[in-house]
Nanobody
Framework: QVRLVESGGGLVQAGGSLRLSCAAS????????MGWYRQPPGQQRELVAT???????NYAESVKGRFTISRDNAKNTVSLTMNSLKPEDTAVYYC??????????????WGQGTQVTVSS
């Protein structure tokens, strides 16, 4: 079983910065790709950024140049540094991981979500 725990959300003014962190714990062989998704009020969940175990990153167009995703494989953590925040970045942010089990199967894991609110 895998548990993802996020931290770092909160309220910030437009133009400000926040850093989200997510730690994976449990009994698994390895954490493969990790990522951040968000769900704005009244909208569907959408991809924000992903990072492979090797460090290859992918970003949604709306956050390119403002957000940076990083990870620490030794600690099974992933972070999202968000700069130049805009009111439209307001959402619940979810950590995601592709987990390699000891049975060599892949299974997705999700955190409980952390609220980010950007005031104008």
């Amino acid at each position: 079983q895998v548990r993802l725990v996020e931290s770092g959300g909160g309220l910030v003014q437009a133009g400000g910065s926040l850093r989200l962190s997510c730690a994976a714990s449990g009994n698994f062989a390895a954490i493969m790709a990790m990522g951040w998704y968000r769900q704005p009020p009244g909208q569907q969940r959408e991809l924000v950024a992903t990072i492979t175990r090797e460090g290859t990153t992918n970003y949604a167009e709306s956050v390119k140049g403002r957000f940076t995703i990083s990870r620490d494989n030794a600690k099974n953590t992933v972070s999202l540094t968000m700069n130049s925040l805009k009111p439209e970045d307001t959402a619940v942010y979810y950590c995601n991981a592709d987990v390699l089990t000891w049975k060599t199967t892949m299974t997705p894991a999700w955190g409980q979500g952390t609220q980010v609110t950007v005031s104008s």
